[in-house]
């Protein structure tokens, strides 16, 4: 399976680079496993057609979507719970 790129969109680039630097650092590893296989790493929503994955000892939530056509996902929102 090929390795898809990542796409961010404003809203959620501003979210990502508000986080504390140790929190940044949990979603970049959860990223790197997402683009690997975003389906396994992921929770569909069919409703919403979009996909959830967890972080930082699921403090986190990433919400994103998947365009297999692009070989891309898109990261719609970032959520950190100051835990």
Known sequence: MAVHGVRWVDYARDQRNDLPAAVRAALDIALRRIVEDPRRHGT????????????????????????????????????????
């Open 44 to 83: 569909y929503s069919k409703r919403d057609d979009q996909w959830t994955a967890t972080f930082g000892d699921g403090l986190g939530l990433a919400l994103y979507t998947i365009e297999d056509r692009w070989i891309t996902i898109t990261v719609l929102r970032v959520t950190w719970l100051n835990g």
